[in-house]
C-alpha cells in the first residue's frame, strides 16, 4: 500500500464491560467495545488504527489515521488515512477524511468532508451474501 508496511496491528483492548468517563490518548492500535465518554485520539505523529465494535459507543470526537466503525459515535470524527464505515456503523456528528469506505446500511448524521489535498477517494463496498 504505497510502498510502506500496514501493520493493522491491535495493541490495546477496552471491553464491552468496560466504561470511561474522559479523554483517551493512544499509540498504535486499539479496539473499544465498551464506551467512551470523551475524546478519543490518537499519536499524529505515528500510524493508528482504531476499531469500534457493533457494541461500541463514544460520546466525543475521534481523530485517528485509520478508523474502523460497526458501532456508534457522538460527534465530530477525523480520520487522516481510511475511514471504513461498516454495515451498522451509526455517527452523529461532521466527518472529515482522506479516504472514505462505507457499507450499506451505514448512516452519517452530519456533513461529510474530504480533509486533504487532491481528489477525494469513494468507495462503495459491496457486501456478499
Same mark, same amino acid.
Given at each position: 500500500?504505497?510502498?510502506? *508496511? @500496514?501493520?493493522?496491528?491491535?495493541?490495546?483492548?477496552?471491553?464491552? &464491560?468496560? &466504561?470511561?468517563?474522559?479523554?483517551?490518548?493512544?499509540? +498504535?492500535?486499539?479496539?473499544?467495545?465498551?464506551?467512551?465518554?470523551? @475524546?478519543?485520539?490518537?499519536?499524529?505523529?505515528?500510524?493508528?488504527?482504531?476499531?469500534?465494535?457493533?457494541?461500541?459507543?463514544?460520546? +466525543?470526537? !475521534?481523530?485517528?489515521?485509520?478508523?474502523?466503525?460497526?458501532?456508534?459515535?457522538?460527534?465530530?470524527?477525523?480520520?487522516?488515512?481510511?475511514?471504513?464505515?461498516?454495515? *451498522?456503523?451509526?455517527?452523529?456528528?461532521? !466527518?472529515?477524511?482522506?479516504?472514505?469506505?462505507?457499507?450499506?446500511?451505514?448512516?452519517? &448524521?452530519? *456533513?461529510?468532508?474530504?480533509?486533504?489535498? %487532491?481528489?477525494?477517494?469513494? *468507495?462503495?463496498?459491496?457486501?456478499? %451474501?
Amino acid at each position: 500500500m504505497l510502498g510502506r *508496511k @500496514n501493520k493493522g496491528t491491535i495493541d490495546s483492548l477496552i471491553g464491552i &464491560s468496560t &466504561s470511561i468517563v474522559g479523554d483517551v490518548h493512544f499509540k +498504535g492500535g486499539l479496539r473499544l467495545d465498551g464506551s467512551i465518554k470523551g @475524546n478519543v485520539i490518537a499519536d499524529p505523529e505515528e500510524p493508528s488504527m482504531l476499531v469500534i465494535s457493533e457494541h461500541a459507543r463514544i460520546e +466525543g470526537e !475521534v481523530r485517528v489515521a485509520h478508523l474502523v466503525v460497526n458501532g456508534e459515535i457522538i460527534g465530530p470524527v477525523h480520520s487522516s488515512e481510511l475511514l471504513e464505515l461498516q454495515p *451498522k456503523a451509526r455517527i452523529t456528528g461532521d !466527518v472529515y477524511y482522506k479516504a472514505l469506505e462505507m457499507h450499506g446500511g451505514a448512516l452519517v &448524521s452530519g *456533513k461529510l468532508t474530504h480533509d486533504q489535498i %487532491g481528489e477525494p477517494v469513494l *468507495k462503495l463496498a459491496m457486501s456478499g %451474501g
